[in-house]
């Protein structure tokens, strides 16, 4: 089963937290086996007075977690904990019948240093795939941003093969940018937000991209290659387009196409979507570039109604996203 990164903003809440002379222990859920509650991963936040953000078991072990941190914490050293149902302790804790975990606990300024989490929470900030990896007997550290090509592509957090070093892939968040603020839009982007995805909408007609018809969401007015330039797009950025209007929709096409969007998608039946290909082959883009695009857009499971289409498509990005051919 593949494993997920779970990190959310616990490595920023840690730094405040450190930064403010709270202290500051990061648990992060390094192995499971068996009914684990949480995936690899999985982050904890705790500080000296035992405030704590996140989770690494969904609740079960918690409690005792928060405990130990404030020991690793006075101690100034990592800490390796295991919980599981052969072990008394775990079963005082609740942790569900079956389940095993390793979490490890590193004291923010010690185990580890102010100035990798610093370092850490620069690359998060600017949407850079970063690596970090600690020997958890060692206690050595290090980031990166080169060689871990595979671990990016799968958002894979794991030990390595000498079993020691814990690999913790931070990836920028998931993003949908959704060019044609239609009736399908609306629908969509909800649907995105829940599913995990930053939402921004663009659109320059105004009066499509009201905020009465987008209640809260990020609404880009400029043309979408020059909105695209702006945000820039990224292989953790999903682009659908659905204005069904070339002079809309070939511009941001052609943008994504010279980058590296991990799914593009175009509203249009298939004889529209031809004459896009048409268009596309003589502006000089080879097949292979042109066969990224998902047109026509989402799923055939028959969809009918904008938010049945809407469903289509959420379901075609999931599914380029969790199983890329």
Same mark, same amino acid.
């Given at each position: 089963?593949r494993t997920?990164?779970?990190?959310?903003?616990?490595?920023?809440?840690a730094?405040?937290?450190?930064?403010?002379?709270?202290?500051?222990v990061?648990?992060?859920?390094?192995?499971?086996?068996?009914?684990a509650?949480?995936?690899?991963?999985?982050?904890l936040v705790?500080?000296?007075?035992?405030?704590?953000? #996140?989770?690494v078991s969904?609740?079960?072990?918690?409690?005792a977690?928060?405990?130990?941190?404030?020991?690793?914490?006075?101690?100034?050293?990592?800490?390796l904990l295991?919980?599981?149902?052969s072990?008394q302790d775990a079963?005082?804790v609740?942790?569900?019948?079956?389940?095993? /975990?390793? %979490?490890l606990?590193?004291?923010v300024?010690?185990?580890?240093?102010?100035?990798m989490? @610093?370092?850490?929470v620069?690359h998060?900030?600017?949407?850079?795939?970063?690596?970090?990896?600690?020997n958890?007997?060692?206690?050595?550290?290090?980031l990166?941003?080169?060689?871990h090509?595979?671990r990016?592509?799968?958002? +894979?957090?794991?030990?390595?093969?000498?079993?020691?070093?814990?690999?913790?892939?931070?990836?920028?968040p998931?993003?949908?940018?959704?060019? #044609?603020?239609?009736h /399908?839009? @609306?629908?969509?982007?909800?649907?995105a937000? %829940?599913?995990?995805?930053?939402?921004? /909408?663009?659109?320059p007609?105004?009066?499509?991209?009201s905020?009465?018809?987008?209640?809260?969401?990020?609404?880009?007015?400029?043309?979408?290659?020059?909105?695209?330039?702006?945000?820039?797009?990224?292989a953790r950025t999903?682009?659908?387009?659905?204005?069904?209007?070339? +002079?809309?929709?070939d511009?941001a096409?052609?943008?994504?196409?010279k980058?590296?969007?991990?799914?593009?998608?175009?509203?249009?039946?298939?004889?529209?979507?031809? +004459?896009?290909?048409?268009?596309?082959?003589?502006?000089?883009?080879?097949?292979?570039? /042109?066969?990224? %695009?998902?047109?026509?857009?989402?799923?055939?499971?028959?969809?009918?109604?904008?938010?049945?289409?809407?469903?289509?498509?959420m379901? @075609?990005?999931l599914?380029?996203?969790?199983r890329p051919?």
């Open positions: 089963m997920e990164t779970v990190f959310e903003n616990m490595p920023e809440l730094l405040d937290w450190h930064l403010a002379g709270k202290g500051a990061l648990a992060t859920v390094v192995e499971t086996w068996g009914s509650p949480r995936r690899i991963g999985g982050q705790i500080n000296k007075d035992g405030e704590m953000q #996140g989770s969904g609740g079960c072990v918690e409690g977690v928060v405990l130990e941190a404030i020991d690793a914490l006075e101690a100034g050293t990592h800490k295991e919980y599981g149902v072990d079963f005082s609740g942790l569900a019948c079956g389940g095993t /975990i390793r %979490i606990l590193e004291p300024g010690t185990a580890l240093s102010q100035d989490l @610093q370092r850490l620069d998060r900030a600017a949407r850079r795939s970063v690596a970090y990896w600690v958890v007997n060692t206690a050595e550290r290090s990166s941003i080169e060689g090509a595979e990016f592509r799968m958002d +894979k957090s794991g030990f390595e093969a000498d079993g020691e070093t814990f690999v913790a892939i931070h990836n920028p998931l993003r949908m940018v959704v060019v #044609g603020a239609v /399908i839009a @609306q629908a969509l982007v909800p649907m937000r %829940i599913a995990g995805f930053d939402p921004v /909408i663009i659109d007609r105004a009066s499509f991209g905020d009465e018809r987008f209640p809260g969401e990020t609404i880009l007015e400029d043309w979408p290659d020059e909105a695209l330039e702006q945000l820039g797009v990224d999903a682009l659908v387009l659905l204005t069904h209007d070339p +002079k809309l929709d511009p096409l052609i943008y994504a196409l980058s590296d969007p991990f799914y593009i998608g175009a509203l249009g039946s298939s004889r529209t979507h031809a +004459k896009r290909v048409e268009r596309m082959k003589e502006l000089g883009f080879m097949d292979a570039d /042109i066969d990224r %695009i998902h047109g026509p857009i989402g799923l055939n499971i028959g969809a009918a109604t904008p938010s049945e289409i809407a469903v289509s498509i379901a @075609q990005v599914q380029t996203l969790r051919s």
